[in-house]
């Protein structure tokens, strides 16, 4: 089993749509959880990291359950600019960050 | 401020051939990480290191070598080029603030 799971993409949505992504890890000692952004042929970029308390910055709305060991990404009021690829990202302490494959996600005006 | 840069950007080896990638951080960073990217395989980690001098294997470490002489160095060897080896190539380095990722080596082998 993969350690980090993620929606099957690509999402493809209209202007101002909400969308949501999901994604799952395997290993329970994970302690750090972060969504990456990826533009085509760039290098991945930090969006945000998730807390268990949940957070928010701006559109965009992250929540962890350690639980379920479910992770996931809500995006309100999308723009085109937000067409990219969202990858879901875990780490174990000092460990290296583990990335799922990734979700595509294209905004259509 | 440069970050982390990666050289070459590009490259097209022949099978068998070998080359070395160069990845240099300018920001101190104890921890750098060679990571590959293969459509829809999201981003697998090749080989890290967690200080001057150390290695360590990551996921996908068969058929590539690294080392750490110098703290802002972190090179990637291919001894021998396979075709399963095309790919595009991240590296980073981190501290407890996070990673800083470099813009990537597109290498195809032929």
């Known amino acids: 089993r993969k350690e980090v799971e993620q929606d099957p993409g690509p999402f493809n949505v209209p202007e101002g749509a909400t969308v949501a992504f999901n994604c799952t890890y395997s290993?329970?000692?994970?302690?750090?959880f972060f969504w990456y952004r990826q533009d085509c042929r760039k290098e991945p970029k930090l969006l945000m990291s998730v807390y268990s308390s949940g957070n928010e910055d701006g559109r965009f709305t992250a929540q962890l359950n350690r639980a379920s060991q479910y992770i996931s990404l809500l995006i309100r009021d999308s723009k085109l600019s937000d067409s990219a690829t969202y990858l879901c990202?875990?780490?174990?302490?000092?460990?290296?960050?583990?990335f799922g494959k990734g979700t595509r996600l294209s905004v259509i005006a | 401020n440069a970050g982390v840069t990666q050289t070459p950007k590009f490259r097209v080896l022949k099978t068998g051939q070998s080359m070395t990638l160069l990845c240099a951080q300018d920001m101190n960073h104890e921890y750098m990480y060679w990571y590959r990217q293969d459509p829809g395989m999201g981003l697998r980690l090749i080989h890290y290191?967690?200080?001057?001098?150390?290695?360590a294997k990551g996921e996908v470490p068969d058929g590539y070598n690294v080392s750490r002489l110098k703290k802002q160095n972190f090179l990637l060897g291919l001894e021998s080029a396979a075709p399963s080896q095309t790919s595009v190539y991240f590296c980073?380095?981190?501290?407890?603030?996070?990673?800083?990722f470099g813009s990537g080596t597109r290498l195809t082998v032929v």
């Open positions: 980073a380095s981190s501290d407890t603030y996070g990673y800083t």
């Open positions: 290191s967690v200080g001057e001098g150390t290695t």
């Open positions: 990202v875990v780490t174990s302490g000092n460990t290296p960050l583990v």
């Open positions: 290993n329970s000692a994970s302690q750090s």
